[in-house]
């Protein structure tokens, strides 16, 4: 009895885990992670920034691509960099929430405090760029109940990803070519971190890696859900 009540209480455990970091699972909110489409196309997003170093030079690679991309910015990070976001948005990339404080503890706020800071990233943004911002991904990709509540008041649409890649824990370039190599589908949403040490690289081969497989880049979902 003891062990049967034990399995099933490391079951729901694991269900809970599970559910709270499998954006893509869909448990607590319905994210967008991946475009309904079979043509060869997939949209490339970035995380974390603006960084004053290196966003700039992803900004530059994606120019010199002629390359859209959205950009979930944290809102505490744009104070200093405003003319980071404005160059963002003339180059025609796209906006995103990805919270002011970028805390671990993000998914343990009350209702109250999550909104706040929602709500203060989306101020710090909108201010800096003069345009709306209505998609979110939440910091880590954890999702909860308080969190699935929160986006719904406030209006957002959820994006996640279906291909990670990993890029934050520094393997080799050939490593994560090989990884998007792997798991790349029409449609496949790409999450990338324009804030690490030689993004603009790593960009580069993935644009690279993309040409020779025949897909294009895209932000048109995205823009058109607005
Ligand atoms: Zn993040």
Redesign the pocket.
Known sequence: MIIALFILFALVLGFLFYASYSIGAGIYIKAFCRMQTDERVVALTF??GPDPVQTPKVLDVLKEHHVRATF?C?GSKVKGNEAIIQRMVAEGHTLGN??YA?TWRFPLYSTQRMTADLEQCRRELEEASGQKVVWF?P???VTNPTIARVVKRLGYKTMGWNIRTLDTQQPSHEKIISHIHKRLRPGSIILL?DRMPGSEVLLGRILEELKKRKFNVQNDFVISTL
Do not use: V
């Open positions: 995380d974390d979930f944290i990805h919270s970028h991904r910091p880590f990709g971190h």
